[in-house]
């Protein structure tokens, strides 16, 4: 009995020791393989390693030629690199020189720049003012265009006037009895001349009476006749009807101011008449008449 548990003990451990013996056989047929994988992999990789030398040597026979084709270039350059370095020092030397004589020139430069920039700011500051004064002018001149305009349209108007006055001292005065120095003047409160309407208070007319023949001396009526460039009298509250014969034809007058003068040989006489309202601006005609006729008469103008 105890010799039969000891064969199936025996089996066992036999049994046992044939599969561990599979199993390490199994596991070195295994790693046989592996190895052998492993050495196919490290040939092809010896393989590729081995291109690579050669391709590496190829290069490094390469990179030797071209390091001794640098090698001369450098031996080369650093002979020019000397000559550049004297050829420098030496400019910069005279770069030195030309800074200083530049220097100087520029000071002076700079010098003269600030004067010509000092005229260039007075010139243009002219220029203004007499663009300013030259604006001025062109305004003052349109005026004084237009002033001149007016000036000769109211000369005009006045020379018209004095025309009027001659023909008509023609046609009516006496060639023996007519006034000479006949002057208007225009008055103030203050007696003051002025031209100007809205002060023109007095009107006073003067003239000269010479060489008066004998037969037309004596007492005589002489009339004071206002009127504006229209022939239209001007407003008196008590206008004076008149008459005067001139060449056998009577004329009616309406005067302001009537008075009887002794007339003489020679003698200056006057009228004065008070306005009793203002006079318009413009151009006005101052006659003096007698019973025979015009005696004298004169343009006057107020502003």
Known sequence: MKAKQGLT???????????????????????????????????????????????????IDSLAEAYEVLASENETLQGSLTEAEDRASTNASAIRRLRGQNAAELNNLRGEIQQL???????????????LENDSLRTRTGVLEQDLNVAREENSALNNLNAAIQDELKALTLSNFKASAFQVELER???????????????????????????????????????????????????IQ???????????????????????GNQRLSFTHDLEEKLR???YRASVFTDIGLLGATS????
């Open 300 to 303: 006057f103008r107020l502003r």
């Open 9 to 59: 003990i025996l089996a066992v451990i036999l049994g046992l020791l044939l599969l561990l013996s599979g199993w390490w056989g199994y596991q070195q047929s295994k790693e046989r393989t592996n190895l052998l994988v492993q050495n196919e992999q490290m040939n092809a990789q010896l393989d590729g390693l081995e291109s690579l030398k050669g391709e590496l040597e190829q290069e």
């Open 189 to 239: 409160k203050s007696s003051k001349v002025t031209a100007k309407s809205r002060r023109a208070r007095r009107i006073r007319v003067t003239f000269d009476l010479t060489n008066v023949p004998e037969e037309l001396q004596g007492t005589r009526s002489l009339y004071l006749v206002i009127t504006d460039e229209t022939g239209t009298p001007i407003k008196t509250s008590n206008p």
């Open 117 to 131: 920039l000092a005229v260039k700011a007075e010139l243009e500051s002219n220029i203004d003012n007499l663009q």
């Open 281 to 283: 601006a413009g151009y």
């Open 242 to 264: 008149a008459t005067a014969t001139v060449n056998g034809k009577k004329m009616e007058l309406i005067a302001v101011k009537a008075k009887d003068v002794n007339v003489e």
